[in-house]
């Protein structure tokens, strides 16, 4: 099983990083992927095999195509597809993923004795592409496609054809129905079956039996069984005219009636008027249709070259333009996809990088890359000048980590994988430049550079690094200069192929541009970052204030509350509940609220307009107390069996609302004016709820996460939820502050995938997505009244613009990981931080630049021996108007 896990999580790696090479996967994991290759899983079939749709453990879907065991198997063409599949890789060539080569002995009967057969399976799988193929288009008029989808897969079509004759590889099976389309429309060539490898100093070979589809077989093959390079052409050729005129070969006629390009115009006549525009479109596909005519040729000898027809349309794109990608179908302008307004698409922050120097320290700043477009981007940062740019200045790929033992920790916890290197360098490479021992790359070469992908509306913070000195450099003003550029490109795979030359490049250079462009991209410079103020730690860091809460004989609080209007905590120790002043230090009240330790208490709130706190237990209990007189106001049966997993208080109706965990997944609305009669019972959710939360800016609406892995918004009034986001793996969920004018928004924090997500409620799409580079996020939380949003990680604490998206300040605590945070002030910044060490300390802000700080002074430990209640997540939470986050369960 284990094994079977391992193939998953490879080859959902595969499908986002296009470098891996294609493995070996097992038969019994094909099966296990295609439900035993079912009815239900095929989706097409050839003369020689079957196609079935495979599922990854995250969703993903992939292709297997199973060779038909009804014929007689090759197993010399098996091996040379596979060998020709091993030795491409392209944008427009299909990803191959892996083989299986399964043989079994199998006894059988064989003239009424016992003989020893071999039962062989040979399959290959692909990435899966959901539009099908090109023929489905072509052979079905309500597929009609727009001009710029057909011109964009000739286009395609050709350069993957040109990459495989320059790895001298044939195709010899070039068709519609080979051509497959991802979900963006770019064609990928598939099937290479019948496909030849070629020395470099050979051209042609005669075969002992012509192969191949009748209509895109060249003459010289079907006759004369001779192989060339024009062989792909001809079958290109046809290709294109049929992409021209919507029209199967069989339903043209003869080949001869399509060498007459007025006949290919005739069928886009409708469309033409005496605009500029237009005439502009009938000139590109009067080249388009000459091309093909062309490839057609009955002579080879005067058919073109692949890379001579691809000239050909590069010279027309220089003279008429890219295609317009909006929806006017005929328009042709030049650069058309690229706005004018660089800073609309890209945002850095900041442009002044500033280092608090402090002696044989690696000083970290980060910077934040912002996508604020619908389609993935590449960002690139190079120094403006290796000579006037300092080599103690770098991208490590992580950043710098507190201690030894949270180092090892964070082998535990991290996988390194999920994240990308910044740095590509081979071994000769990294001799010369040497590594530095936090695994991030501190290069003797003063050019480091930095390359990343950014997904459609996206932060992705990284860090510039400055190596340990004893002394501060001068002058500060010549640290170095860094220029941002943003690459535009066509889908994310164009920018994956790109991302394999730019490892060997230090500089953007002719040659890197040239490829941009012949991939249909574009260059835009976006910023100039500047590495030069080295500035006193005091004068750039924020200002830390501390206060320092003892709980004495009671030891470590499991879970807490805060009061909205007193500077009250409403804490948990074992079987009691106090209540703690961390302005004056002193404990307000103590009450044992558990007795021979029946349960445990697995939930706290205060209920503030009645002077009453409540407690839920973890056996379906919640117990109500008065906290000026400690009488027990009432102990409610509010969840059979099950643990009473979180509460929470209307701000003006008298409710409470709780939830349960476990294999119960019911939310129960609570009305103390009415004898605590249970007024609704909400119960969408298939598994234990984890938390509930009111909504700030609708106080008869709330949110539910759970284990099901889904958010459920709900109105008070109704058992029925308005809203479900599914499939997500919401370790963190908050309200996000906005505007009145803005939708409403949560943002939810998925650990395994290392980032936080904003989504908007109504539409239930994500909004826009937080990640940092080599650093995993644990917590997020939201201020009640400012837009401000707090996510954290191990020691790491970092505060983020909710408007911008921008990271304004990042503070590294030095103690144990954080287990929790809480919004103390409802117009300040003001967090109160809890550590799995039993540490805990108030910290205030005023967000100066944004720098990386080390504050070594503001925590204390209040003592007691840590232990957590066991309610099994650890989430922020809005009480009154306050945020909550707090230690729960550590496994």
């Known amino acids: 099983m284990d094994c079977e896990s391992s193939i998953h999580d490879r080859l959902e790696r595969m499908l986002l990083d296009a470098r891996p090479e294609p493995i070996d996967l097992p038969l019994s994991f094909l099966k296990a992927i295609t439900n035993d290759f079912s009815d239900d899983q095929h989706i097409g079939k050839g003369g020689f095999a079957v196609v079935y749709k495979g599922q990854l453990q995250n969703g993903t879907l992939v292709a ?89 897969i000739i286009k395609g079509i050709c350069e993957g054809l040109h990459y495989l004759h320059q790895e001298f590889i044939l195709h010899l099976d070039l068709k519609p129905a080979n051509i497959l389309l991802n979900k963006d429309m770019v064609p990928k060539i598939a099937d290479f079956g019948l496909s030849r490898c070629f020395d470099e100093n050979k051209s042609q070979t005669i075969t002992a039996q012509a192969a191949g589809t009748l209509g895109y077989m060249a003459p010289e093959l079907l006759h004369d069984r001779r192989i060339t390079f024009k062989s792909d052409i001809y079958s290109l050729g046809i290709i294109i005219l049929e992409i021209l005129t919507g029209q199967r070969y069989s339903a043209i006629g003869d080949v001869t009636s399509l060498n007459n390009h007025s006949k290919v115009l005739q069928s886009w006549s409708n469309m033409f008027d005496s605009s500029q525009e237009d005439i502009g479109l009938e000139h590109v596909i009067r080249v388009c249709a000459e091309l093909g005519i062309e490839c057609i040729d009955y002579d080879p000898a005067k058919r073109p070259t692949i890379r001579g027809i691809i000239d050909r349309l590069d010279e027309m794109e220089r003279t ?76 490590p790929d992580s950043w710098d980590h507190d201690s030894e033992e949270d180092d090892e920790s964070q082998e535990e916890d991290y996988d390194s994988d999920e994240w990308e290197e910044v740095e590509y360098l081979d071994e000769e490479e990294k001799s010369e430049v040497g590594e530095s021992p936090e695994g991030g790359q501190s290069p003797k070469d003063p050019c480091s550079y930095f390359f990343q992908i950014l997904e459609p509306h996206s932060t992705l913070v990284v860090a510039m690094t400055m190596k340990e000195q004893d002394e501060p450099p001068l002058p500060p003003q010549d640290m170095g200069k860094f220029e941002v550029v943003m690459i535009i490109m066509w889908s994310e795979q164009d920018l994956k192929d790109l991302e394999s030359s730019i490892r060997n490049k230090m500089n953007m250079d002719n040659d890197l541009l040239k490829q941009v462009e012949e991939l249909g991209g574009k260059v835009h410079p976006a910023a100039m970052l500047t590495a030069a103020v080295i500035c006193d730690p005091a004068s750039c860091q924020a200002t830390m204030t501390k206060q320092i809460m003892s709980t004495g004989e009671f030891g470590e609080p499991l879970l807490v509350d805060v009061h909205p209007t007193n500077s009250w905590i409403l804490a948990v120790h074992l079987d009691y509940v106090c209540i703690w002043n961390y302005q004056t230090q002193e404990r307000v009240m103590e009450l044992q609220v558990i007795k021979n330790d029946t349960c445990i208490i697995s939930a706290i709130k205060f209920i503030s307009r009645k002077q009453w706190f409540a407690a839920g237990d973890d056996r379906g209990y919640i117990h109500v107390y008065d906290y000026t007189t400690k009488d027990m106001v009432i102990k409610l049966r509010a969840h059979r069996g099950n643990d009473v997993s979180w509460l929470a208080v209307h701000a003006t109706y008298p409710f409470l609302l709780s939830s349960s965990g476990g294999n119960q997944s019911s939310i129960r609305l609570w009305n103390w004016d009415e004898d605590w009669v249970c007024t609704r019972t909400f119960d969408g959710h298939t598994r234990g709820v984890q938390r509930i939360m009111f909504n700030p800016r609708n106080i008869n609406s709330f949110a539910s996460v759970s284990d099901d892995d889904t958010i459920k918004v709900w109105d008070i009034h109704s058992s029925d939820p308005e809203t479900t986001l599914a499939s997500l793996d919401a370790y963190s969920v908050d309200f996000v502050f906005t505007d009145s004018h803005r939708p409403l928004q949560l943002v939810t924090c998925d650990k395994q995938a290392g980032c936080a997500c904003i989504w908007d409620v109504q539409t239930r ?76 300390a108030i910290l205030e802000t005023n967000l100066p630049a944004t720098t990386t700080d080390t504050d070594e002074s503001v925590i204390e430990n209040y003592g007691g021996q840590h232990r957590i209640a066991d309610t099994g997540f650890i989430n922020p939470q809005c009480v009154d108007g306050v945020l909550l986050v707090f230690n729960s369960k550590v496994k």
């Not at 596979?82 to 993923?97: E, Q």
């Not at 650093?775 to 911008?804: F, I």
């Open 64 to 152: 297997v195509k199973k060779l038909s065991q009804g014929v007689e198997m090759d197993e010399d063409k098996f091996i040379k597809e596979v060998d020709c599949l091993m030795r491409v890789k392209h944008r427009n060539i299909v990803r191959f993923l892996g083989y299986c080569a399964d043989t079994q002995g199998k006894c059988l009967k064989y003239e009424g004795k016992n003989v020893m057969a071999e039962e062989r399976e040979r399959l290959l799988c692909f990435e899966f592409l959901p539009n099908k193929s090109l023929d489905k288009y072509i052979n079905d008029a309500s597929q009609e496609l727009e001009w710029r989808t057909r011109y964009r």
């Open 320 to 395: 008429h333009g890219y295609i317009e990608t909006t929806n006017t179908s005929s328009a042709i302008h030049t650069h058309s996809i690229w706005p004018p307004e660089i800073d609309k698409l890209l945002d850095v922050h900041p442009l002044e990088l500033r280092f608090p120097f402090e002696p044989n320290k690696r000083i970290q700043c980060p910077v934040s890359l912002t996508n604020k477009t619908n389609r993935y981007v590449g960002v690139w940062i190079t120094p403006t000048s290796c000579a006037d740019t300092r080599f103690d200045l770098c991208f």
């Open 765 to 840: 799409k994500r909004v826009h997505r937080l990640a940092m580079r080599g650093m995993s996020m644990d917590l997020v939380a939201c201020h009640p009244k400012l837009p401000l949003l707090v996510t954290t990680w191990k020691r790491t604490l970092c505060l983020w613009d909710a408007n911008t998206y921008r990271l304004e300040k990042m503070v590294r605590l030095a103690s144990s990981p954080i287990q929790g945070l809480e919004f103390l002030d409802t117009n300040l910044p003001r967090l109160l931080v809890g550590f799995e060490n039993n540490d805990i």
